[in-house]
């Protein structure tokens, strides 16, 4: 079963607008992390938020913040003021699990290209 | 947040040779990740490689075709082996076992002719 799902495989917003990119997840764990990472064409992974499944807040970081909604298992991510620059992939990732043999080890949703018109 | 470099950054090998990926951390981590991401995908993992202990491989994946070595806490290297067109991926390493830190290196484009 996927654990984590992308259902955007592409989203278009006008520079300075703000755009929602959807992700849900699945687990059985009450211990995770959710990441959200950009990729350029250039193919390096760019972090940029986190959620614990424990945060009580929603993370932000910059123009970037997360909708976390626990109970549907979404954790969506929210660019506002877009740039041209944002252009790119987005994948959101899950990480399950407390420390140990498996912790750090990262399942991925199939990825959103954002396309940011002019 | 950990500096990771990657070697080769791009390269375009013949059909049934090996290449060997290496990934240089700035820092000593505990483990590292090895994914692979083939044309238009996302990332899949290959492995897991702890300091001093065999290198822990997801299903579909095996050491004889993907033979990872860890000897210490800051360097980590991937073989692609016997490679086929298929094998054309960009293969990423990560570096994680902190509270919410997971980097990954600048990636390794490999094309198999």
């Known amino acids: 079963a996927q654990k984590i799902t992308q259902t955007q495989p592409g989203m278009f917003v006008q520079e300075k607008e703000a755009v929602t990119l959807d992700c849900t997840y699945d687990?059985?764990?009450?211990?995770?992390?959710l990441f959200w990472y950009k990729q350029p064409s250039s193919g390096e992974m760019i972090f940029l938020i986190y959620?614990?499944?424990?945060?009580?807040q929603n993370a932000t970081e910059g123009r970037y913040s997360l909708n976390f909604q626990k109970a549907r298992k979404s954790a969506n991510l929210v660019i506002s003021a877009s740039q041209l620059g944002d252009s790119a992939m987005y994948f959101c990732?899950?990480?399950?699990?407390?420390?140990?043999?498996?912790?750090?080890?990262?399942?991925f949703g199939q990825g959103t290209i954002l396309t940011v018109h002019p | 947040s950990a500096v990771i470099s990657q070697k080769p950054s791009r390269d375009i090998c013949q059909r049934g040779t090996s290449l060997t990926i290496q990934c240089q951390v700035d820092?000593?981590?505990?483990?590292m990740f090895w994914y692979r991401q083939q044309p238009g995908q996302s990332l899949t993992l290959i492995a897991t490689?702890?300091?001093?202990?065999?290198?822990?491989?997801e299903s579909g994946f095996v050491i004889d075709k993907f033979p990872i070595s860890r000897p210490n806490l800051t360097f980590s290297t991937l073989t692609v082996s016997n490679m086929s067109p298929e094998d054309s991926s960009i293969y990423l390493c990560?570096?994680?076992?902190?509270?919410?830190?997971?980097?990954f290196g600048p990636g390794t484009r490999l094309t198999v002719t």
């Open positions: 990560s570096v994680g076992g902190g509270s919410y830190e997971q980097y």
């Open positions: 990732a899950m990480r399950e699990g407390r420390r140990g043999t498996s912790y750090g080890k990262l399942t």
């Open positions: 959620q614990g499944s424990y945060d009580q």
């Open positions: 820092s000593q981590v505990t483990m």
């Open positions: 687990t059985s764990d009450p211990s995770y992390g």
């Open positions: 490689a702890n300091q001093g202990s065999e290198a822990t491989y």
